[in-house]
Each structure stands twice: as C-alpha cells, then as structure tokens.
C-alpha cells in the first residue's frame, strides 16, 4: 500500500503523543480510544492506502524489551542492535537511550519508518530506519530484538530458521506476551513483565510479557 503524501503529518494527525505503559522515559505518536487511527476501519484504510497500523500501538512485547534494556543498559551499551518488525520504533529507542552504539530498526511498512524516524526524532535518539523484509539477509548487529512476533503461523515460520541461524553471531531476543505459535524449542528465558495493556486491543487489562534468547538449535 502507498503511504500517504505526508507521513509525518498523517501520523501527527492520527495519533497522541505519550509515553506507553512501563516506560515513562521515552515518548511515542500512538493511537487511542480518542484518535482517529483506532476508530479506523478496514475500509478506511484500504481507501486510505493504509496498511494495519502496528506502528500506531506500544506492544506487550515491545514495552518488555524497552523496560529491560533501560533498566540493565549493560546488556546493550556500546553494541550494535537491530529492531527487527520494529512497528513504532519503542524497542529500538530504548536501546539508543540504554547507550547502544548503533540502532538499526527494521519493517516492512514504510509509514511504520516514517513513525520510527519522527518517535526517535522526538526522542532525541539516532536510529537508522531501514524498509523490507530482513529474513534470509545476513544482519551485523549484536543483539537483534524481535518484540511480538509470533502472531501468525505463517510469519513464526518464515522467520524462525533465519533467527536460529542470526543466533549463531547475534544474541536474538525475543518477547512473547503469550502468542500461540511461539516455538517451544530452542528459547532460553531470562525475564518477564506483567505489562498493562487494554481489553480493546488485547482483550484483556494484563499481559505477561516473556524474554527469551535463541538458541541454534543442533543438526540432527
């Protein structure tokens, strides 16, 4: 879909300014109860030429790396991070903020790189944006984030044997608010956040948000 002639004042117009839940130390153009992307339609969008608008929302997963990252910036400072299906930019600002030395936030919708590059402007953080789809291509970073996404089965299958192998060179994160086709193999925990969210959007008040590290797993 084409994004709109001015994005920038798309995403400014269509959402509030505010910091997400759990983070009050970063601020994001987000939707709700109130702004006209959540009262969006199907119909809206597509005569809009907007895709779903994932950018618009600060995800359990998402909101569970930030947190973690803010409050252990060790664990990311002076390395090289990637973001990937970045959708608002929140993890990849945190990451930024936590002292990282290079952020590189990846998705496959340019208006969500429209959003990241005004979320970290706002911020006052440097993140390099960056369109398409990553899977199969070799990434240089030393953590690579992947906040929620394991929504769909299809998507948890294009994507898990490249992160297995990403694994390899990259410590690879992942964040699960309890999705249904996250892989049970191959996941190391190593914390968790009960995150508030609302019945709207995640039909229900709390999610527990769990991070876990990849682990390559060995070849039969």
Not at 43 to 56: C, K, M, R, S
Not at 110 to 139: C, K, R
């Amino acid at each position: 879909m084409k994004p709109p002639d001015d994005p920038h004042a798309f995403i400014r117009a269509a959402t509030l300014f505010a910091a997400p839940a759990l983070v009050p130390e970063i601020g994001l153009y987000l939707a709700s109860e109130i702004t006209p992307i959540w009262q969006a339609t199907e119909t809206f969008l597509t005569e809009t030429g907007i895709a779903p608008p994932y950018w618009a929302f600060a995800w359990p997963g998402s909101i569970a790396l930030a947190r973690h990252m803010l409050d252990h910036p060790e664990l990311v400072r002076g390395k090289r991070v990637v973001d990937f299906a970045s959708g608002s930019g929140l993890a990849a600002i945190a990451a930024a903020l936590a002292g990282a030395v290079h952020v590189t936030a990846i998705d496959i919708d340019p208006l969500a790189g429209a959003a990241i590059g005004l979320n970290a402007a706002e911020n006052h953080m440097a993140v390099e944006v960056a369109i398409g789809d990553a899977v199969g291509t070799a990434l240089t970073a030393d953590v690579i984030l992947c906040g929620d996404i394991c929504y769909e089965a299809p998507m948890t299958r294009h994507i898990w044997p490249w992160l297995q192998g990403c694994a390899a060179h990259a410590e690879v994160w992942i964040a699960d608010p309890g999705r249904a086709y996250v892989p049970r193999e191959g996941l190391i925990e190593f914390a968790r956040y009960a995150v508030p969210t609302t019945a709207e959007l995640e039909s229900r008040t709390s999610r527990d948000a769990v991070l876990y590290r990849v682990t390559r797993l060995p070849f039969n």
